[in-house]
């Protein structure tokens, strides 16, 4: 279903593109209330859970109590599994940030009275994180685009700055600046107080400008905090006047402002909003609860302006989808796994007519998303995912509606019609760059082969089926191969067995190590063989060493010497490098047709092997 919110998108785009300067964004004194259907996030037992952030799998992070009721800590919403986090000897543990991928983000206040940024990552680690110069910092955003930190710090002089990313920002003119958000286009949201006291809302532009957000005849206000901004520009806050409640709103683009209050509570504090339009939160109740809520609008006005919002089912394992919008900043396979939760993307090169393959654990972000084109991914599970933009512009045809996997019948096993192998390459250099170098991944039971180009020493081979059949099964062996930009064998073959979990993931993540180093010495087989005149004859060393290889006949005599000379550690495999014999001997002479014999010989290696010469 495609849902529309009113966000009047020309006009967001002129606020973020045409303004070289800071205005004021008046908005209407009269203030309704915004008609929003509030669903309770709550935990048993919980009687104090603020919730302040979601990601789009309806996952939550926030702040809830300590057993003893002394202490706030941070918690964890994720696929309906509670936990919490105290950083160790804080007197609290606040989170208010949760991306896709389920890291948390926040800040947490050490024994002297200082707060740290800290980061859950995906180990369920906390960590720390000091913005370089700052002797404060509270991190209150987290970027599903780019994994930028956004916040505000206090540096040594007390003076309070947003940052974003690496970026530090100030209003002009103003005592402190807060920030709080970064939505997909660069657009920075906070809060400042001016010279007189007075706090503001902000939006900072890509640009540089900046817009103020401010609830004009109002009474005087104690604060105006602005906590989020989606990437259709649709913006929450919460400010509080004086002898008065704390207030929460959503400002849409074009200027309309309402409030938001969950019924019947005392308090509604709104600290996210999403891609839908949903918003994130939580509110008191007259019992002293407090507890968390998502609100979904109850109408999604259509009509032309109006920003689109399209939501989507996919399902467990392998999907085939088109993006339906284009993103306000374009789109990566990086993002377009953030945003769906996919173990893995494929894409369908167009000039060679190869399957491509990204996963996130790449050092890049991969492949440009583009409309009209099909992409597949592979989802640990099924998700509800939003995709907002505006209709795709310079295309061939629009973009059309995803093609989602029907869902099976119980019992029913999915064909795995899709799969990637992926990996990095490692040396004992550790400065040693591998692009170019060439990946072949052949199924030893099919014998079907995919392929892959080494880039900042990684790769994601890439096969599928477009009818859906299978292309790989549990117990299947994997033959790997490198080869470096001349077309020499480059490491050892590896065989890889496909797991149950390589097959429910649509990956086998595999590291490569010691490329360019054999594990040992070997003369192998040369090629042709039989042959007529010529062949040659394939070796590797383990060891730099002086090389010979002489060749006998059937009775032992010897026929001719090869001297290599020294020669480094490496594969001697392709015709460029391997030794050559063009099938004569010592005086000149084409030996005749017979079994002969080829002897490697190194100071510490030997090793003899047959061949056959046919006239």
């Not at 020499?488 to 086998?508: G, H, M, Q, R, Y």
């Amino acid at each position: 279903m495609v849902h529309n919110i009113k966000t009047k998108l020309p006009m967001l785009i002129c606020l973020i593109i045409c303004f070289t300067g800071y205005t004021v964004t008046q908005i209407s004194a009269e203030i309704p209330i915004a008609d929003y259907i509030f669903e309770t996030v709550e935990v048993p037992g919980v009687d104090f859970l603020e919730v302040a952030a979601s990601n789009d799998f309806g996952d939550y992070a926030g702040n809830t109590r300590s057993s003893d009721g002394e202490k706030t800590i941070g918690f964890t919403l994720i696929d309906g599994v509670f936990k919490t986090y105290d950083f160790p000897g804080s007197l609290k543990t606040n989170f208010y940030a949760l991306d896709n991928a389920g890291k948390a983000a926040g800040h947490y206040k050490d024994s002297d009275g200082l707060y740290h940024g800290v980061v859950l990552d995906e180990n369920g680690e906390l960590k720390r994180y000091d913005f370089p110069g700052a002797v404060q910092t509270f991190i209150f955003g987290l970027s599903d685009e780019t994994g930028a930190l956004s916040g505000n710090i206090v540096d040594g002089s007390g003076v309070t700055r947003a940052f974003s990313g690496e970026l530090t920002i100030t209003f002009p003119g103003a005592v402190k600046t807060y920030g709080d958000f970064v939505n997909a286009a660069g657009v920075v949201v906070g809060s400042y107080v001016d010279a007189d006291g007075m706090p503001h809302g902000f939006m900072r532009n890509p640009d540089g400008s900046f817009i103020t957000i401010d609830i004009p005849e109002t009474p005087e206000l104690r604060f105006l905090f602005v906590n989020a901004i989606n990437d259709v520009g649709v913006i929450v806050f919460r400010a509080m006047a004086v002898d008065d409640i704390q207030r929460s709103y959503i400002l849409l683009p074009g200027g309309t402002l309402q409030e938001l209050r969950v019924p019947d509570s005392v308090n509604t504090v709104v600290r996210n909003i999403n891609q839908d339009g949903s918003i994130i939160g939580y509110y008191d109740l007259t019992d002293d609860r407090r507890l968390g809520f998502v609100g979904r609008p109850k109408t999604q006005p259509n009509g032309e302006g109006f920003g689109s919002i399209f939501s989507m089912r996919l399902s467990k394992g392998l999907n085939m989808l088109s993006v339906p919008l284009e993103p306000t900043v374009h789109m990566t396979a990086r993002s377009l796994a953030l945003k769906t939760g996919a173990t893995a993307v494929i894409a369908l090169d167009g000039a060679t007519q190869n399957f491509i393959g990204w996963t996130p654990n790449a050092p890049n972000d991969g492949f440009p998303i583009e409309g009209a084109k099909g992409y597949i991914v592979n989802l640990p599970k099924a998700r509800d995912v939003v995709f907002t933009g505006t209709r795709w512009a310079n295309q061939m045809q629009v973009a059309t509606a995803p093609s989602t996997i029907t869902p099976l019948t119980r019992g029913i096993v999915q064909e795995t019609w899709a799969f990637v192998v992926s990996g990095h390459l490692n040396s004992t250099n550790s400065t040693q760059q591998y692009n170019g170098y060439r990946i072949t991944v052949r199924n030893k039971r099919t014998n079907t082969v995919m392929t892959a180009q080494v880039s900042d020493n990684y790769f994601a081979a890439a096969t599928a089926d477009l009818s859906r059949r299978s292309v790989v099964q549990v117990g299947d062996a994997l033959e790997l191969t490198v080869t470096d930009t001349t077309g020499n064998v480059a490491s050892e073959t590896d065989i890889f067995k496909v797991t149950p979990d390589n097959l429910a993931n649509a990956l086998l993540p595999v590291i490569l190590d010691s490329i360019g180093q054999p594990n040992k010495d070997q003369l192998l087989q040369n090629y042709p063989n039989p042959f007529n005149p010529e062949t040659w004859i394939p070796y590797q060393l383990s060891v730099a060493s002086p090389v010979s290889i002489s060749i006998y006949d059937a009775t032992g005599g010897l026929v001719r010497t090869l001297t290599m000379g020294y020669q480094s550690e490496g594969f001697y495999h392709n015709r460029g490098r391997a030794a050559y014999w063009d099938g004569k001997n010592s005086l000149g002479e084409g030996v005749a047709s017979g079994v002969y014999f080829y002897q490697l010989t190194t100071p510490a290696f030997q090793q003899t092997r047959r061949l056959v010469i046919l006239k």
